[in-house]
């Protein structure tokens, strides 16, 4: 098992930045899948960015060029930078982690953090 506890949301004007943290209880497995995903109030929830235990990261089209997704293998923790934050940038922000344990894969999810961008 694995916790993950996000921290960073906020109320924010536009234009403005934020950085998202997700820290993991324990270290993770060599073969891992972290992300960020997001869902607003009558939406469904739909992913921001992943990022692999290699490095290799993805981006959703609307954040691109204005949100960067890192990790700190050493303190278990993934960041997200969010910059030139929108009104839609609106919502709960999940971290999530698919870990590989042997020949299997777990899936995880923190709580959420409240990121709310106001025009």
């Known amino acids: 098992q694995v916790q993950l506890v996000e921290s960073g949301g906020d109320l924010v004007q536009a234009g403005e930045s934020l950085r998202l943290s997700c820290a993991a209880s324990r270290r993770i497995n060599n073969i891992n899948v972290m992300g960020w995903y997001r869902q607003a109030p009558g939406k469904q929830r739909e992913p921001v960015a992943t990022?692999?235990?290699?490095?290799?990261?993805n981006y959703a089209d609307s954040v691109k060029g204005r949100f960067t997704l890192s990790r700190d293998n050493a303190k278990n923790t993934m960041y997200l930078q969010m910059n030139r934050l929108k009104p839609e940038d609106t919502a709960v922000y999940y971290c999530k982690l698919r870990e590989m344990v042997g020949s299997s894969w777990y899936t995880y999810w923190g709580q959420g953090t409240q990121v709310t961008v106001s025009s």
């Open positions: 990022i692999s235990s290699s490095g290799s990261t």
